[in-house]
């Protein structure tokens, strides 16, 4: 076999051995994709209630509570920020991070210290090679989160935003995260978490126009807006990172998608170099056997005469 | 017929229950509340304990709930709980495993759990 052709039959198996590997990957992803869908599904209802219930409780009641209402002069903030642990993944986890620049820009423009909190080995890595401060970091179950990890995360967000911004706690609660819209469309997006909004609460219930009832708290409003608020954290937290998950399968199925179709072209183009190259050393051969033969042609036929 | 409510048990992760009832049974912060169908509207915050569905067809459902709310209004009552198991899907040789090692171990919010998990099962 020629050189030329033993070059390309090697790239070819090299490459059909990694499509074989994104092809794998790209199928795996796939079947996680609903299988992340089916939780952000079952998680629906709780967030819905529960939201529902902090709109009760923050329309129907004259509590002034500090999560609820906006600091005059908000000095410092939090931003959760969430990615993945594993690459291959497309721009995922930087388009997250490129997001998150954007709204820390944003709020040091507003004259606002931030701090930021990380979700993701990813991310991690991005924020520790540019040796910028982070503040917490949680990673190892980007790829399908349970409520105790959303809660995990919640906890020392919740005592930051409780502690006074002079001991170094915050007035705002920001999260940055990929909203899964559909198998094709994944949006980075920030919301503001805390201090809450209470017309962004009242449309995400879906109560809007909705006339809510007057309630009677026990055992006092105030107490139940202290325990409900941690829990929309944790639920608002949990939300996002189911989202986040969802997001991040269909973004690696999508990359894988890509890779396998690539590899298949490449497969392609080099199958036809190396036909060609087969070609060219068999009609080589044949040029020389008919060159030699009609070389010793020529020979004994200027012997006979 | 009875009046009847319409009761939502939800958990963080998933719905544990739904149906009709005609009384519910959870434990506030301040004591023990009984929701019948006209109840006013109503916001707690509910303590780790179980929780007592009377349905309509006359069955009785528990759960044990680990903290939470209970709301009602409009004949809707939802109990939102971070974690909540039916009587039917605790495992008991499990919860009596885990109310052993919490007690040598001395973690009361364990202990707590698990204690509340079989009070449920045998509805004391």
């Known amino acids: 076999m020629g050189a030329q052709l033993r070059v390309y039959k090697r790239r070819i198996r090299a490459i059909t051995a990694t499509k074989k590997i994104t092809k794998a990957m790209e199928m795996i992803a796939a079947s996680r994709i609903v299988k992340a869908q089916r939780k952000v599904a079952a998680s629906m209802p709780y967030a819905t209630e529960l939201t529902r219930a902090v709109t009760a409780v923050a329309t129907g009641s004259n509590t002034k509570h500090a999560l609820t209402t906006e600091v005059e002069q908000p000095s410092r903030a939090a931003i959760v920020l969430i990615t993945s642990d594993r690459g291959l993944a497309g721009g995922y986890s930087s388009n997250a991070i490129k997001q998150a620049e954007r709204l820390t820009e944003r709020l040091r423009g507003e004259g606002k210290e931030v701090d930021t909190y990380i979700v993701g080995r990813k991310g991690l890595a991005y924020y520790g090679f540019r040796e910028r401060k982070v503040a917490d970091s949680w990673t190892g179950f980007t790829d399908s989160p349970a409520y105790a990890d959303a809660k995990r995360v919640a906890g020392p967000l919740i005592e930051a935003i409780q502690t006074e911004t002079a001991e170094g706690g915050v007035d705002e609660l920001h999260i940055v995260y990929t909203e899964f819209v559909s198998m094709m469309t994944q949006n980075p997006v920030d919301g503001r978490m805390l201090p809450l909004s209470l017309d962004e609460a009242v449309e995400e219930s879906g109560t809007k126009g909705e006339i809510l009832p007057l309630f009677d708290f026990e055992p006092s409003a105030e107490d139940v807006l202290d325990a409900l608020l941690p829990r929309y954290v944790e639920s608002r937290i949990y939300n996002a990172l189911l989202q986040s998950a969802a997001s991040e399968h269909a973004a690696r199925r999508r990359a894988m998608k890509a890779a396998t179709d690539n590899a298949g072209d490449l497969i392609k183009s080099l199958s036809r170099l190396a036909n060609a190259a087969r070609q060219a050393e068999i009609t080589q051969e044949i040029s020389e056997i008919v060159g030699g033969a009609s070389a010793m042609a020529d020979a004994t036929a200027g012997s006979d005469k | ?124």
């Open chain 2, 1 to 124: 017929m009875a009046a009847e409510l319409h009761v939502e048990l939800v958990a963080a992760d998933r719905n544990v229950w739904s149906g009709e009832a005609t009384l519910v049974v959870a434990r506030t912060t301040s004591g023990d509340i009984g929701v019948m169908p006209g109840h006013q509207p109503l916001l707690g915050v509910l303590e780790s304990g179980p929780v007592t569905i009377r349905t309509s067809e006359g069955n009785t459902v528990v759960a044990a709930v680990h903290g939470g709310f209970i709301s009602f209004a409009d004949n809707k009552l939802s109990l939102l709980a971070e974690i909540a198991e039916l009587a039917d899907e605790i495992d008991v040789q499990r919860a009596e495993r885990a109310l052993e090692r919490a007690k040598s171990e001395a973690d009361a919010a364990a202990e707590r759990r698990a204690d509340v998990r079989l009070r449920a099962v045998t509805g004391h």
